[in-house]
């Protein structure tokens, strides 16, 4: 009998095709399973593909009677009780080859579009409302030559680090633990305590986990102690900066400009910065390329496939 796999979204099934032959695919007819969906259907389930938005908790772990895998669609398993999970017996895994390069791209991107105001440019003309066109008018700022502060300079932090290498920028980084020296004169980084980073950062960009210990990491004292000429860029998780507080310090020039690709009350957004121009704004879009959903459906099938007949898995717990 062919194990049976519950996915949570409708996904692409070609991403999904090494599993056909030894497991049952179970989609959704219209775009999701809910919570109830799921609860009315996992209890004679083996593996669960959440997405990066579904809450996997205790009550459905525990209607999951034979539940042996949780494989997540996405890097970040801040959604998932995975603490819950491994006491149940319950593997989880994730998907952080994939997410990798998009990811990184996307950051940068924000840093650039930021610096050189182009969602801003490209809003007033699109509106076709009054943008002078004078040669000091309407002045960015550039990335050639200045400081990125990365905090989490882990596989992604390194992604964003070696773009920013290549243009030119000076890299200071925070990690809970300091990187080897080897990594350190790959991309020329210095390591940072927190406060420092914040203070010579003309650029700041968040790379870290969703955790207990990094709730509200940037609120108003933080965005306080950075250049008034600082660019922020969060393509972490939402629940790291408090929204209201970033609000403020684009309000009241606290710092130059901001980039915000996570937010913490998904897919709602702290309205204040949807009034802001000097903030670019994009919806969790850190993977979403045709290539990078793709690669992270294989990367999930490969972790099923894996878990089952012996091989390398992602797993988090």
Known sequence: ??????????????????????????????????????IERIEDI??????????????IIDKGSK????ANYGVGYNTIDVDYAASKGVVVTNTPESVLEPTAELCFALILTAARRIGYYNNKLHNKEKLSWGIFDNLG??????TLGIYGMGRIGQAV?????????????????????????????GYVNFDELLRQSDFLSLNAPATAENYHLMGKDEFEKMKPTAIFVNTARGSLVDEK????????????????????????????????DNV???PHA????????????????????????????????
């Open 141 to 146: 700022l550039p990335i050639y030559g200045k």
């Open 1 to 38: 009998m062919k194990k049976k796999v519950l996915l949570c979204h409708n996904f692409l099934k070609e991403g999904f095709e090494s599993l056909e032959d030894d497991f049952e695919l179970i989609y959704p007819d219209k775009q999701i399973f809910t919570k109830n969906d799921v």
């Open 161 to 189: 680090a070696r773009r920013a290498k290549a243009s030119g920028m000076k890299i200071i980084y925070h990690n809970r633990h300091r990187l080897g020296k080897d990594i350190e004169d790959k991309y020329e980084a």
């Open 280 to 282: 670019v704004l994009t």
């Open 245 to 276: 507080a970033l609000a403020d310090a684009l309000l009241n020039k606290k710092i130059f400009a901001a980039g915000i690709d996570v937010f913490e009350n998904e897919p709602n957004i702290h309205p204040a910065l949807l009034d802001l």
């Open 286 to 317: 850190g993977t979403t390329t045709y290539d990078g959903r793709m690669n992270m459906e294989k990367e999930v099938a490969r972790n099923i496939l894996n878990f089952f007949k012996g091989g390398t898995i992602n797993r988090v717990n």
């Open 67 to 70: 539940l042996k895998l949780i």
């Open 46 to 59: 083996d593996v669960l593909v959440p997405n990066f938005t579904f809450r996997t908790d205790a009550e």
